[in-house]
């Protein structure tokens, strides 16, 4: 029996609005453009749906590893990485960059100014591959 696809509509269009913004505020000449404040605002909302909704879905698709969804509901969102590492979804170096994505996440999440703005700017390169990534891993059917 073969599971139905995770829809990860949702997730690309974030990760597709990330990557314009990215781009965008990257094309501006200085930090003191009049549009640099919204580029970075709109990669910083982007970066944390793209997080949580990753989180989500990625329970979904590491749920057929448990003996019921609930079990995999109990799950942290760290453990939910840790356990796609042990049942080869992903390698442990980008699960460990995934826990840092959230780091960064948690550490400033009362800083919702520049310094979090700054830190999280630092991580969206490498944060972009690695989310287009996990959303090609959810779209797997998880009886590969």
Known sequence: MTSRPIDTTFLRRCIQTLERAYIKLNELPTKDHPDFELYRAACVKEFELVLEQGGKLLRKRISAYFASAKDAARLTYKDL????????????TTVERWIQYRDNRNDTVHDYGEGFAES??????????????LADLIEQKSDD
Do not use: K
């Open 81 to 92: 990485f840790r356990h796609a590492s042990r049942h080869d979804l992903m390698d442990i």
């Open 120 to 133: 999280t700017l630092v991580l969206l390169p490498r944060f972009i591959v690695d989310a287009n990534a």
